[in-house]
């Protein structure tokens, strides 16, 4: 799994950093659905929508946001959703900091991974959007390790939730292997330098995982859409050129630069993909 320090080496650039190129209510920083939506606020607002109905949350609901970032999900429940309470679990100290100075007493955050939380109740819905890409490090990988990883992850779920509660996954998925030096150096670039100590799940490996434990009911695949959420993105960071090198330096513009567009590339050619799962769990 990654670990604390790997996922802040990303995430714990500066809150207002990523404010600049992600949506302006949520602050999502995971694939959007772009069907019916004419910009990134839509996009966002309908992915949401689309992985809270494959959680199931209703009204009255206690849910449980693995891998929460700075809170949009949380807040979404609430709002929308009209949930009791939404906890979120991240291991960037930077939005811990950003959702627990929200102040709202129907929203809390834990510093805690999945596998380290301590639950004191059982939830009605379980989220977790862009979270399982961190689950698996390359030496479980190079192990032969990565399944028992994401099987402890769907059993976790399954404990902290009651009888009828279902999972709303969201998450980056390889479908093939790098086929050309393009692919090859994005990838490279993409696990060292953006999300060290991670390696993406494979789709054979997540049915394999949650077997006896979660059935998927729907599934979508859209890694088209992150293709171009990655694109909104970039045009966003572009917009924001001159107050990006001011205050963080050209070296972050030039890093991110390559870094969207090297994501864009992965999903346009199909070796990474992006899949939503509604799972209801097996009892």
Not at 36 to 50: F, S, Y
Not at 65 to 87: E, F, H, K, P
Not at 101 to 109: A, D, E, F, G, P
Not at 215 to 235: H, Q, S
Request: hydrophobic letters at 35%; a neutral charge.
């Amino acid at each position: 799994m990654a670990t604390q320090e790997d996922v802040q080496f990303h995430y714990d650039i500066d809150n207002d950093f990523f404010k600049l190129f992600l949506d302006k209510k949520y602050r999502v920083y995971s694939c959007g659905v772009w069907e019916q939506a004419e910009n990134l606020e839509e996009a966002q607002k309908n992915k949401l929508k689309r992985i809270a109905d494959y959680g199931h949350v209703k009204n009255g609901h206690n849910v449980l946001d693995i891998g929460c970032g700075w809170g949009g999900m949380l807040n979404y429940c609430i709002d929308v959703r009209g949930a009791s309470t939404a906890t979120g679990l991240t291991l960037s100290q930077a939005q811990y900091d950003y959702i627990h100075h929200l102040s709202n007493s129907s929203i809390s955050v834990k510093l805690s991974s999945w596998a380290e939380f301590e639950k004191k109740e059982k939830f009605d819905s379980i989220i977790s959007i862009g979270a399982m890409e961190h689950f698996s490090s390359l030496e479980d990988f190079k192990k032969g390790k990565q399944q028992d990883v994401y099987r402890n992850f769907f059993q976790c779920c399954s404990d902290f939730s009651t009888n009828d509660a279902h999972l709303g996954l969201q998450t980056i998925v390889t479908f093939k292997k790098p086929d050309s030096l393009q692919s090859m150096k994005d990838t490279h670039y993409l696990l060292k330098h953006v999300f060290p100590g991670s390696v993406l799940p494979g789709i054979n490996d997540l049915h394999a995982a949650m077997l006896g434990i979660y059935e998927p009911v729907e599934l979508k695949t859209i890694g088209f859409d992150y293709a171009r959420t990655v694109l909104e993105w970039k045009n966003r960071l572009i917009l924001n050129k001159e107050k990006i090198i001011k205050l963080y330096g050209e070296k972050l513009w030039i890093h991110y630069n390559f870094y969207f567009d090297a994501a864009r590339r992965s999903f346009e050619n199909g070796y990474t993909n992006l899949v939503q799962m509604s799972l209801r769990k097996i009892i």
